[in-house]
């Protein structure tokens, strides 16, 4: 049974750990950025008419943007236990994927905003704030997806917040020197076939002496 494997005082433990911590916030927007977007379309099925369609994409859309907000704040955390020679090494794509998780909640909270939007107005008015507000789910669940794949390679690829807090980046395991071209061997050729030397005669040295003693000068 997995169950036996599960610990929770172990949970507890790991989301004291800022990666890990940062790990499990992650995935919560990138689901719910999903599903809101699939809200969405559902509400434009009915014209922006539903209203329990709407709050309850407004409500996927606040609950992805607040956990996106506590997911950079965790990833801030992160980054600061890792050790200096990991920062440096991999500065560039740190600060990259700390602006496209900032940039994250806040995409968010304007697809947010505009789901609330979509409840006012008149018809005119109301369907700009539909096609803005699938423009926005859209570029919502996009964005989510690309940050986290970002995500996932730092660690997976580059080793960012691997092992015990603060420890370096894991190193690639080093590669085996090439071997170089062996020449060409010479292929001596096969020696031709000789065939078997005939079998000798054992019999005849065995009558010669026979045939002596019949020639003796003693007989005669």
Same mark, same amino acid.
């Given at each position: 049974m997995?169950?036996?494997?599960?610990?929770?005082?172990?949970? $507890?433990? =790991? @989301?004291?750990?800022?990666a890990i911590r940062h790990a499990t916030w992650a995935h919560l927007p990138t689901a719910l950025a999903a599903v809101g977007l699939l809200f969405i379309?559902?509400?434009?099925?009915?014209?922006g008419r539903s209203h329990w369609l709407r709050g309850v994409t407004a409500l996927l859309y606040a609950l992805a943007a607040a956990t996106a907000y506590f997911t950079v704040?965790?990833?801030?955390?992160?980054m600061a236990a890792l050790s200096p020679q990991a920062r440096e090494a991999l500065a560039p794509r740190l600060d990259a994927h700390a602006w496209l998780g900032q940039s994250a909640w806040i995409?968010?909270?304007?697809?947010?905003? $505009?789901? =609330? @939007?979509?409840?006012i107005g008149g018809l005119g008015l109301r369907?700009?704030?539909l096609m803005l507000m699938l423009a926005g789910g859209?570029?919502?669940?996009?964005?989510?997806?690309?940050t986290s794949h970002?995500?996932?390679?730092l660690v997976y690829t580059h080793g960012a917040g691997v092992g015990p807090v603060g420890s370096n980046v894991v190193p690639a395991?080093?590669?085996?020197?090439?071997?170089?071209p062996q020449p060409p061997q010479k292929v001596e050729p096969d020696e031709p076939h000789r065939p078997p030397p005939p079998p000798r005669d054992e019999a005849a040295p065995a009558d010669a002496p026979a045939d002596a003693s019949q020639n003796s000068p003693d007989d005669a």
């Amino acid at each position: 049974m997995p169950f036996k494997y599960f610990n929770f005082q172990d949970l $507890l433990d =790991a @989301l004291g750990e800022p990666a890990i911590r940062h790990a499990t916030w992650a995935h919560l927007p990138t689901a719910l950025a999903a599903v809101g977007l699939l809200f969405i379309i559902l509400l434009l099925l009915t014209g922006g008419r539903s209203h329990w369609l709407r709050g309850v994409t407004a409500l996927l859309y606040a609950l992805a943007a607040a956990t996106a907000y506590f997911t950079v704040t965790a990833g801030e955390d992160a980054m600061a236990a890792l050790s200096p020679q990991a920062r440096e090494a991999l500065a560039p794509r740190l600060d990259a994927h700390a602006w496209l998780g900032q940039s994250a909640w806040i995409l968010c909270a304007t697809t947010f905003g $505009l789901v =609330a @939007l979509s409840a006012i107005g008149g018809l005119g008015l109301r369907a700009i704030f539909l096609m803005l507000m699938l423009a926005g789910g859209i570029a919502t669940a996009a964005w989510m997806g690309m940050t986290s794949h970002h995500g996932a390679r730092l660690v997976y690829t580059h080793g960012a917040g691997v092992g015990p807090v603060g420890s370096n980046v894991v190193p690639a395991a080093p590669l085996a020197p090439p071997t170089p071209p062996q020449p060409p061997q010479k292929v001596e050729p096969d020696e031709p076939h000789r065939p078997p030397p005939p079998p000798r005669d054992e019999a005849a040295p065995a009558d010669a002496p026979a045939d002596a003693s019949q020639n003796s000068p003693d007989d005669a």
